[in-house]
């Protein structure tokens, strides 16, 4: 049986015969202009820009060919995603690998005057080996002096700030085994052919090395916390208070955050959750801290994060930071790890960060071509506040944000315990396509998680997502708004949600495509998806969405067309099925019946056979060689068809 093909609305078509032309006719006729390849390490993006057209019916065929391939490829179809301009993306690649792609315009009014209907270019992609050079080395340790040269490690240096200022492309900075208390600024560029590289001595237990080799250690520590000083006097009921003229914007006890609370008022009286929980008043240089017992909190087990920024990375360069630990930033509401502003190339891998209002920062379009890979987050407390509680305050933030240009990629990383995973969001510049653009996030990992996983959000231009996997979450993706895409969302996994697999809101209009996803809860009075605001242009296909209440709960009107085809769609609830455009449907049949741009191929049945430990196992054969072929996405497909969900079962 040969695979049925896709069928996805406000796309182009695929052609499949030789291209002929009609004589052009003036301004509705195509002028293809030029085609733009952005290369990653494992996807690609493609622009292909032409005139004319002005009544927009001409389409395009994109093929590729990658590595060693002898012969081209069919490629995901292109989006018209804006005047002049047809974009989407080339998945499944290897880094450092050469990729040839052509694109062939068809139009019924033909072609203008000496234009060609095909565009083509060929270029590599990126390749995921940063080359050290062969600099100097500077040992840095907590008890060094900046006045030695730092040749060893018994004439260390002792600030990460000196020897940041002395290094050239190519060097190499070692932290050795330690805590470096300092906010860190680097301004100096290494170079493409010689990273400057800033790493640990020893490297954390579990962070795997270029090589697949685990190295394991203590690392070197950036913290920026210190102690309580003097002693804690009692000010009131579980009240105490101690003199402190630093800000603090962080406050930890027994390696657990504490909840800041806005006002002493407040702090008095607050419920048991957000207890215990602290106040600082700068004016008077106090900080009041409100325990659960009456005896005052012991200051040896309490970290105050008085430092706001680990390193700050200001208009430079090819940097490589490896397998350091940033530990409890504050100074302010806005502490991070690390800063990326206005600078490229800035590789960050295998590092540790604890308690912070985001751990890694890219901002700015000038920041480009960074990778975060391989890096833990942690935050606590979070997960078990209310979510109003945190929502608008100063722990709303996330383990990695991405607000910078093209290229970034977070990558194999592992958060838990953060309001918001990976925000790649540029709220407040939503229409901006020089921002996040061009950007994948794949094999991720996120836990206890308060609000989003993964949040983008702007015009989110070949933006892709794949491989990543929540539990224990409120949102799978947060999709509100992309307003220009294409942005794709594959193979996701989001499992045990306690709001919805998907949210969609605030008039997203940009297409966005999901395919082989799963959306699987078991909480009770659970909608698998429940909008929270205008939207419109997702295309789902073999995906899975199940709930305990709607399969599909949306009261709001939709900015444009959607589908569902190839999809299973299912609610345990016997008694309703899907609420669309609130209106109720009893079943996926009068759904379709009344909404038939759903699709004609959908299911609604228990996807899965039961589950281990909360996470579906087992897919029911009824969804095994039920889904559709789709170019560039799903090629490899064993059986008669791809299977609907995540896996291929065969």
């Not at 944000?401 to 194999?412: C, D, I, Q, T, Y």
């Not at 995973?421 to 794949?442: C, F, P």
Request: charged share 25%.
């Amino acid at each position: 049986m040969r695979a049925p093909r896709l069928a996805v609305p406000m796309l182009v078509m695929l052609l499949a015969v030789p291209v002929t032309f009609r004589p052009a006719l003036g301004a509705d006729a195509v002028a293809p202009d030029r085609l733009e390849i952005v290369p990653n390490f494992n996807a690609a993006s493609v622009y292909a820009h032409f005139t004319g057209d002005s009544n927009r019916n001409a389409s395009v065929k994109m093929e590729y060919r990658a590595g060693d391939a002898k012969a081209f490829r069919p490629g995901h179809p292109l989006a018209r995603t804006g005047p002049g301009r047809f974009a989407g993306s080339i998945f499944w690649l290897g880094a450092d690998q050469p990729l040839e792609v052509r694109v062939t315009f068809e139009d019924p009014d033909g072609l203008a005057d000496g234009a060609q209907n095909i565009l083509a270019a060929a270029t590599r992609t990126r390749s995921d080996r940063f080359p050290a050079g062969k600099g100097k080395t500077y040992f840095v340790g907590p008890e060094g002096d900046d006045a030695a040269d730092g040749a060893d490690r018994t004439k260390a240096l002792k600030t990460i700030q000196h020897a940041v200022d002395l290094a050239a492309p190519g060097d190499t900075i070692v932290l050795v085994e330690g805590a470096y208390s300092e906010s860190v600024t680097v301004k100096r560029s290494g170079r493409p052919d010689a990273y400057i590289t800033l790493r640990a001595d020893t490297i954390r237990k579990g962070f795997a090395n270029e090589n697949g080799a685990e190295r394991e250690s203590e690392p070197a520590r950036i913290v920026g916390w210190d102690r309580p000083k003097g002693e804690w006097q009692r000010v009131g009921e579980n009240l105490f208070s101690i003199d402190e003229k630093r800000g603090v914007g962080t406050l930890t006890l027994d390696d657990r955050r504490a909840y800041h609370h806005g006002a002493l008022e407040e702090l008095q009286g607050a419920e048991p959750v957000l207890v215990p929980g602290w106040w600082q008043d700068a004016k008077a240089g106090k900080l009041y801290f409100r325990t659960k017992a009456d005896r005052p909190p012991a200051s040896g087990a309490m970290r105050l994060g008085v430092l706001r920024t680990g390193l700050l990375f200001e208009e430079t360069g090819y940097w490589v930071v490896e397998g350091l630990t940033f530990e409890v930033f504050g100074g302010g509401p806005y502490s991070r790890g690390i800063e990326v502003l206005k600078s490229r190339n800035i590789i960050v891998r295998g590092c540790a960060y604890d308690t912070m209002w985001v751990g890694v920062w890219v901002r700015k379009a000038e920041s480009r071509d960074c990778l975060i890979e391989r890096c833990a987050f942690r935050d606590s407390g979070i997960w078990d506040w209310p979510w109003k509680a945190v929502k608008g305050h100063d722990t709303e933030g996330c383990a990695i944000s991405l607000e910078g240009g093209p290229g970034n990629v977070a990558r194999f990383n592992t958060i838990q315990g953060h309001f918001n995973g990976i925000g790649a969001s540029t709220w407040g510049d939503l229409e901006n396509e020089a921002l996040n653009r061009d950007m994948d996030v794949h094999d991720n990992t996120f836990t206890e998680i308060g609000d989003d996983p993964m949040e983008p959000e702007g015009a989110c231009m070949n933006v892709r997502f794949w491989n990543n996997r929540t539990l224990h979450t409120l949102q799978g993706i947060s999709l509100a708004p992309i307003t220009v895409g294409p942005t794709y969302v594959v193979r996701d996994r989001y499992v045990d949600f306690t709001g919805g697999a998907v949210k969609a809101s605030v008039s997203s209009k940009g297409v966005v495509y999901l395919y082989h996803v799963l959306g699987w809860t078991d909480r009770p009075e659970r909608a698998a998806m429940d909008p929270s605001g205008p939207w419109g242009n997702f295309h789902f296909r073999n995906t899975i969405l199940r709930g305990t209440r709607y399969a599909l709960e949306d009261m709001r009107p939709h900015t444009a067309p959607s589908s569902f085809d190839y999809s299973c769609l299912f609610t345990t609830d016997t008694t309703r099925f899907a609420k669309w455009g609130d209106k109720r449907y009893p079943s996926l049949k009068d759904l379709v019946a009344a909404e038939p741009e759903f699709g004609k191929h959908l299911l609604a049945a228990e996807p899965y056979t039961g589950a281990e430990d909360g996470v579906p196992a087992d897919l029911r054969p009824a969804l095994i060689d039920a889904g559709v072929l789709i170019p560039g996405i799903n090629d490899d497909f064993k059986g008669k068809a791809p299977d609907i969900g995540p896996d291929e079962v065969r």
